[in-house]
């Protein structure tokens, strides 16, 4: 490293922040008709929680907050073209889950559908919602994680790079894949002054 030159370029007030999950935010609306929306501003809170970043506007803030209860699916290569049609949609206009032929399960653990096309969800019971930052913040406690068994090891753990996972580009307006191992957590550092 000593004597390398690293040649960089300032883009004044842009803000990337990378990998962004792509996810599927489901919902059951007032009139117990499941819906779906596409959201890449989320994360883990703690280790049972996740919260994601909603608009004010959109219907899914609103069952939310009814029914105290969401589910977050992890969208995946095979499933592209579903979750960014989620993504495009207005609920109050059309009804998403019918016009994609999505495959939805009521939760046993929450009062939220699960849309089984996608191969990892988390069922959430609704812990807070805040107004800051123009939108609106939901935090989940995660109830239950539900895996297809096409992205289990042989061992029955979730295997995240069988699943094809997508994540949002905002440089470049696509979506990515998640996959590829590159080294072991919380192990490959300790090479350094060994």
């Known amino acids: 490293m000593k004597g390398m030159i690293f040649m960089r370029k300032d883009f004044g007030k842009q803000t990337i922040v990378t990998p962004l999950p792509v996810l599927i935010i489901a919902t059951y609306g007032d009139d117990g008709r499941p819906d779906a929306m596409n959201a890449a501003w989320g994360g883990q809170v703690d280790n049972d929680m996740v919260h994601v970043e909603l608009d004010n506007s959109h219907l899914t803030t609103d069952n939310i907050k009814r029914r105290k209860a969401f589910t977050v699916s992890f969208a995946d290569r095979k499933n592209l073209v579903m979750a960014d049609y989620f993504g495009l949609v207005s609920r ?48 989940g406690e995660v109830v239950n994680m539900s895996a297809d068994k096409s992205i289990l090891d042989e061992k029955g753990h979730v295997d995240l790079g ?27 550092g300790h090479k350094i002054g060994a």
């Open 92 to 139: 109050r206009k059309e009804d998403k889950i019918a016009q994609t032929g999505a495959h939805v399960e009521k939760s046993a653990h929450v009062d939220a559908p699960v849309i089984t096309d996608f191969p990892l969800t988390l069922e959430c019971r609704l812990v807070s919602v805040s107004e800051e930052f123009g939108g609106t913040r939901v935090v």
């Open 162 to 188: 069988k699943g094809e996972f997508l994540c949002y580009d905002p440089a470049a307006f696509a979506y990515r894949v998640i996959g590829e191992r590159a080294g072991a957590a919380f192990k490959d």
